[in-house]
């Protein structure tokens, strides 16, 4: 197992023992070392879905603000809207599968879960691995990672499905997902394209019937985003490989997020939300991918 699984299995005992301080559970005993890794029978997580988002409400436990962990001070953020970081990712996995998490709730090493320092909990984000492109969304139910160079802490299915297991970490982005705008529109949500004007929209739009239903507004175009990475190589790999997917215009467009240029992969611009259900299931389908759905004006 990689030194980054291990980090990660470290990391998560601190977690436990910060929900310790709520009054949720007892802490894990120090001497508590046995290794980190994945299920001793291999499992296939294909069909394991995208964590949904839904409005809940903030728990008690696993929320205490502020808290210390090894003589650092974390201030919780009194929202996740808004919220977008770039870093590294790890896991953790069997070690902690069936323990409580820090809201009290029982790790489930096979549950598209994550923990995180400062979100509120629960939380859903939507994680996209920079290496690959791959992207997925996430609920965070535990406190951690405690490194100052790691932002997420992803479950075992959800390492399984960003390709982030076998290193054991991977650079991503990390997108807070309200679950009142995904509710409201499942697939377009997060909306995090940056939006910049063009001399004038496609005639496709401006042609586009106002009585369809479940599309995005008349007169904004809407984009599948199929792959983010942090090197235009990458980018242009993925770019390659989709064109030979689908009729839409595909596109690499450059991001500054995080003070780091992010090459997203783009295809579009679909004025009818048939035509782009049917691409997006083409990629799925063919690719693997996990596109969504981003809208705006983009150059």
């Known amino acids: 197992m990689s030194g980054g699984v291990l980090r990660a ?57 502020p808290y210390t962990v090894l003589g650092k001070t974390y201030h ?18 069997s070690k902690f599968h069936g323990r409580s998490t820090s809201n009290g709730e029982p790790y489930d090493m096979f549950a598209m879960t994550a923990a995180h320092k400062t979100l509120p909990i629960p939380a859903y984000v939507r994680v996209t691995n920079l290496e690959n492109g791959r992207s997925a969304i996430v ?7 405690f490194h100052d160079d790691r ?24 997108v807070a997902v309200d679950p009142a705008e995904f509710q409201r529109n499942p697939v377009a949500a997060p909306q995090v394209a940056t939006r910049t004007r063009l001399d004038r929209p496609p005639s496709a739009l401006r042609d586009r019937d106002p009585g369809v239903r479940d599309g995005p507004p008349l007169g904004e175009p809407a ?19 989709v064109v030979q997917r689908v009729a839409a215009p595909t596109r690499v467009r450059k991001a500054r997020v995080a003070g780091r240029d992010l090459f997203r992969v783009l295809v579009g611009p679909f004025a009818d939300p048939a035509e782009l259900d049917h691409a997006r299931t083409l990629l799925v389908e063919a690719e693997r991918l996990n596109p969504f759905v981003v ?4 150059p």
């Open 9 to 65: 299995g470290v990391a998560l005992s601190l977690a436990f023992l910060l929900a310790a301080c709520g009054g949720s559970r007892g802490p894990i005993a120090e001497h508590d070392t046995a290794r980190d890794g994945p299920p001793r029978v291999d499992r296939d997580l294909s069909a394991i879905p995208d964590a949904v988002p839904r409005p809940e409400p903030v728990t008690r436990a696993g929320n205490k603000n």
């Open 76 to 93: 919780l953020l009194p929202t996740a809207k808004g919220y977008r970081e770039v870093g590294i990712a790890s896991w953790y996995g």
């Open 139 to 145: 609920r965070v139910n535990d406190r951690g990672p």
């Open 151 to 174: 932002v997420i802490d992803l479950s075992y299915a959800a390492a399984r499905k960003l390709g982030v297991y076998a290193a054991g970490t991977a650079r991503v982005e990390v």
């Open 223 to 241: 984009f599948l985003q199929v792959g983010a990475f942090s090197n235009i190589e990458s980018a242009r790999s993925l770019e390659a490989k």
């Open 295 to 298: 809208n705006g004006l983009i």
